[in-house]
């Protein structure tokens, strides 16, 4: 299983470090995304980092904000977001699979809850 942490609100310009940790799983078989979804809006890719975090991915729109890492000995990954806009606004999901892939198509097999992030205005 999976479970994300680490949203919540924060104001425009700021910064925001998700957490995923794994239980029943070890994560270091696992590429890792994050993806998010906005009320209203399509279910969309932000982040991947392959299973040794040696290759990573992000959305082409959010490049320059974002930092996913990993921590195999941990069982977690992160994905730290910094300059914060109020289009951040969304729930952000930590998934796994044991297939490395990036994209709003990638569907890992491995799912968490969300955990949700606002940002003020």
């Known amino acids: 299983q999976l479970q994300a942490s680490g949203g919540g609100l924060v104001q425009a310009g700021g910064s925001l470090r998700l957490s995923c940790a794994a239980s029943g799983l070890s994560l270091m078989d696992y590429a890792v995304g994050w993806f998010r979804q906005a009320p209203g809006k399509d279910r969309e890719f932000v982040s991947s980092i392959n299973w040794s975090g040696s290759r990573t991915y992000y959305a082409d729109t959010l490049e320059g904000r974002l930092t996913i890492s990993r921590d195999n000995a941990k069982n977690m990954a992160f994905l730290e977001m910094n300059s914060l806009k109020t289009e951040d606004m969304a729930v952000y999901y930590c998934?796994?699979?044991?297939?490395?892939?990036?994209?709003?198509?990638?569907?890992?097999?491995?799912w968490g809850q969300g955990t949700l992030v606002t940002v003020s205005s």
């Open positions: 998934a796994a699979d044991q297939v490395s892939k990036y994209g709003s198509s990638w569907y890992p097999g491995s």
